[in-house]
C-alpha cells in the first residue's frame, strides 16, 4: 500500500526485521491521516540507524550533527511557528548525545513532536549499550553487562513538567498510532518513546521481551494526574504504555513566549533590530 509521505526510488538501509520499519510506517500513516501538509512538515533528525527514517519521508527533513536534532528542530519552530516540526532519532541520539537538548526542550515547552526509537543499543555502531540498556544487558564492550540503572525519559520529562509524556511498542502498531496521532494534535512539547527491537545487535530485548514485559494502560487511567503519572513513570517489569501524563492547559509554549507578532521570522530577518530583542529575551 502507497502512502502520499512515501519518497520513490530510495533504498532503505536498515536490517529485515527491523523495527524501525515499523515506525516509519506508523509516521507516514499519521501524518497522512491528520492530513498534514508535506511542504509545511519538517523532521529533523541526527546520527544513527532510527535517524534515518526522516531520509525514507517524503517531507521536508533537517539531518544534523549526533544529538542535535531537538535544538534544530527547535529553532526551526520559533523561526517559522506555522510549521509542523518533529525531532526523530534513537535513544543514544536522544537521551546520550542530546540528553541535556532533550531536559531544556522540555523546560522551554517547545511545540514539537519528539519521536524517540527507544531499542536499549546502539545500532549503528555495532551494538554498544546505550543510556537505556537494561541493568546486566552484555555487549561486547560492556562484557560483564551494564552496571548502571537504565535512564528514565518518561521520569526525567515528567520531573520537568512535560505536558505530553507517551510510550508506546512498535508491536503493537494500532495502539501506538493512536498515541502519536494524540502526541501531534498536543500544543507544546510532546514525547513518543517508541519501543522497537534491533533484530541484529540486541538479542534480549526481543519482539517476545517487549510484549512480556509492557502492557496497555486501560481506559480507565486518567492521564491528567500527574502524582499517578509519576507513579507510573517508575514501573517495570511490566512497563505500561499509552499516554502517561498530558496537560491540555499547559500554558505558552516557547515560541508563544519569546515572539510578539505571528509572522514567521525568516520573513523579518532584515530587521536587525528586532532580531536582536528577540535574542535578548531568549
Same mark, same amino acid.
Given at each position: 500500500?502507497?502512502h502520499?509521505?512515501? /519518497?520513490? %526510488? $530510495? !533504498? ?11 515506525? =516509519?510506517k ?28 526522516p ?19 527547535t529553532?526551526?519552530?520559533?523561526a517559522?511557528p ?19 537538548h532533550?531536559i531544556?526542550?522540555? /523546560?522551554? %515547552? $517547545? !511545540?514539537?513532536?519528539?519521536i ?7 545500532g =549503528? ?5 546505550s ?26 520529562a515528567l ?17 501506538a ?6 502526541a ?6 510532546a ?12 538479542k ?6 517487549f ?5 496497555a ?41 519569546i ?24
Open positions: 500500500m502507497s502520499l509521505f512515501d /519518497r520513490e %526510488n $530510495v !533504498d532503505v538501509a536498515w536490517c529485515p526485521g527491523c523495527g524501525n520499519f515499523g515506525i =516509519l506508523l509516521i507516514k500513516e499519521v501524518l497522512e491521516e491528520l492530513q498534514a501538509d508535506k511542504t509545511n512538515t519538517v523532521i529533523v533528525s541526527g546520527i544513527g540507524q532510527a535517524a534515518k527514517a531520509y525514507y519521508v517524503d517531507a521536508n527533513m533537517f539531518g544534523v550533527l549526533h544529538g542535535r536534532a531537538v535544538p534544530v528542530a529553532a526551526i519552530k520559533v517559522n506555522h510549521l509542523n516540526v518533529v525531532a526523530e532519532g534513537g535513544d543514544g541520539d536522544m537521551y546520550g548525545e542530546g540528553g541535556n532533550f531544556h526542550a522540555v /523546560r522551554r %515547552n $517547545v !511545540d514539537i513532536v519528539h524517540v526509537h527507544n531499542n536499549m543499543v546502539y =549503528l555502531t555495532k551494538g554498544q549499550a543510556p537505556t540498556s537494561q541493568k546486566g544487558f552484555e555487549t561486547k564492550v560492556q562484557v560483564n553487562g551494564v552496571v548502571n540503572e537504565p535512564f528514565n525519559p518518561l521520569a526525567v520531573s520537568l513538567r512535560a505536558g505530553f509524556v507517551s510510550r508506546v511498542s512498535i508491536g503493537n502498531a494500532v495502539h498510532k493512536e498515541v502519536l496521532k494524540a501531534f494534535k498536543h500544543h507544546g512539547y514525547l513518543v518513546d517508541i519501543f522497537q527491537p534491533c533484530v541484529t545487535f540486541n534480549t530485548n526481543t519482539y517476545h521481551w510484549k512480556d514485559n509492557t502492557y494502560l486501560d481506559e480507565n487511567y486518567d492521564s491528567s494526574d500527574f502524582n499517578a503519572a509519576l507513579g507510573k513513570a517508575f514501573e517495570t517489569m511490566p512497563m505500561p504504555l499509552g499516554v502517561i501524563y498530558q496537560n491540555k492547559n499547559g500554558g505558552a509554549t516557547l515560541e508563544e513566549s515572539r510578539k507578532e505571528d509572522t514567521p521570522l525568516y520573513t523579518a530577518m532584515h530587521d536587525t533590530v528586532k532580531i536582536q530583542e528577540l535574542f535578548e529575551r531568549y
